[in-house]
């Protein structure tokens, strides 16, 4: 069986990403396709309140890192602080001070500290839990420790080392930085979720931007495609992106998703839409992986 990896992300929170995400691997589930959902919003996760899974198994994710600095080894020479990139080291007067929340266990305090004064150890950084939703659908989702935030890109790699055969459906965090690059740098599908609003274009252009600068060619959906103007469908024509889906900005859909349900489960009037959209995802899904 071949493996797919579809990405559904977005330039901003609150497009509707976890409402194609969710829909979209039910309703490749109902089709009888084996589809796995990770999802990669690991500081703020809730496909599960969706598609609300058993879960059966939970795992501590501990990594290996700098947990704080041997006073008595350390003769303060700042070399620690010079090398970090993440200011998670800071030598002030007499003391040297360690912000593990700002770490991102590059290990290079490790590298240059000359007397081995940095102390290692393994810390948790989050806890990933395995269920199934629906009978079919493999569910993986995490949760990353407080204070860990550095930590993200970290955790998403354990989340996306659960992919299986068959569909997997990852449901990126929005925005652009280092979270998303880890979720959508190796799929072979970003779908970019906008709304059509003024915010939503310029959000979206910076999305697109990120995936092209990683090798990723992405498609829109466009989500409340409620159309004041023509603004992003002028901007997709000429960056060339094709807008593979187009969900209506319909009072129901809102008031299913506020309620934590599905909308291919509440409102059979937009089964064929979601169908469409989901045949229309593994196509270039396909294509892209071909290629
Ligand atoms: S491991 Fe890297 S990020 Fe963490 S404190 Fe050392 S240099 Fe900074
Ligand atoms: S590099 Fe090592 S010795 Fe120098 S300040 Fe940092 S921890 Fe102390």
Redesign the pocket.
Known sequence: MNQYKIAISSGKGGTGKTLVSTNAAAVLADQGKKVTFLDCDVEEPNGHLFLKPQIEKEEDIMLF??IGIDEEKCTRCGK?AD????N??VVAGDKVL?FPE?????????IVCPTNA?ITGNKKIGTIKHGKSRGLIDFHYALLKTAEG?MSPRLIEKVKACSGKGINIYDSPPGTACPVVATVKDVDLCVLVTDPTPFGVNDLKLAVDMCRKIGQEPVVLVNRAEYLDDELKNYCRQAGLEIIAEIPDDREIAEVYSRGDLVIDKLPRYSELLNNLTERMLEWAKKNKKK
């Open positions: 890192s700098p620690c090398a970090c990139a993440y998670a080291i360690f700002l770490c991102h266990v590059c290990g290079a305090c490790e940095i550095g």
